[in-house]
């Protein structure tokens, strides 16, 4: 597939302080790519540096096969952008400070513009000093989408939304990847992530640290096993069994909750054994597998 993001070696540093270190990364024309890691992490460096708002130390990118440096012109063209930190004219309206980067673009938008900010329910004319958060970064994100941008690179992008209108943007974003556009988006909010992206990179101390499908990273957590029996059972032995880690009896001993590292298989046979009243399962979850190159790495 065509590389859209390709960085080799990319390097930032601010003094002695590393922002991003020796940063290896391909993101895939139609994708959306999801970019993990705690604040300080490295993320909002590598964007900075992608669109030449900082130069890098070493190392080399290209977007859409032109380099970030010498070509950001014609980058910056075919490419949305919401920074993490948004800042916005608050004497203008949200019309007119829309209308004011079209003009930039030179490209008509007005009607894109009325059907973003109808799907996000944004008064258009109010001024932008009197906007909520969440309304201000909806401003944000209509000005990221409203050229139909072929990357769209989104730092943050649901901070200050309501639940409605986060799920209006999940939406959102999975059309534009029906159409062939690409999506890099940079996220704390690792169930929104695990919904939209096809793959995932995680960025731990300035370095990324592993890239994989969100599948092969779920494949990776634990899974869970609740099984309610009409009698007590033995939990010795579901612990004794070879995929069982771990064996939590609860509801007085009745309810056994199994963390499972493998098939369920043989947990579903030797309950079978008994009476069972209910049995739930619930497979291993994205931010399961984050969470462990975290604690992972403290414990060492």
Sequence with gaps: MVAVIETVGLTKFYGDAPGIIDLDLEVREGEIFGFLGPNGAGKSTTIRTLLNFLLPTRGSGTIFGLDIHRDTVAIKRRTGYLPGDLSLYDRMTAREFLLYFANLRKVDTRTHVRELADRFQLDLDRPIKNLSTGNRQKVGLVNALMHEPELLILDEPTSGLDPLMRQEFLDLLEEVREEGRTVFLSSHILPE????????????????????????????????????????????????????????????????????????????????????LSISTRSGELEEVFLSYYTDADAQ
């Design 193 to 276: 992530v695990e919904r939209v992206a096809d793959r995932v990179g995680i960025v731990r101390d300035q370095h990324l640290v592993t890239v994989d499908s969100v599948e092969a990273f779920k494949g990776l957590a634990n899974a869970t096993v609740t099984i309610r029996f009409a009698s007590i059972p033995d939990p010795r032995s579901f612990a004794a069994l070879e995929s069982v880690i771990g064996v939590d009896p609860r509801n007085g001993g009745d309810t056994l909750v199994l963390t499972i590292d493998g098939t369920i298989d043989e947990v579903i046979k030797m309950a079978a054994e008994q009476e069972v």
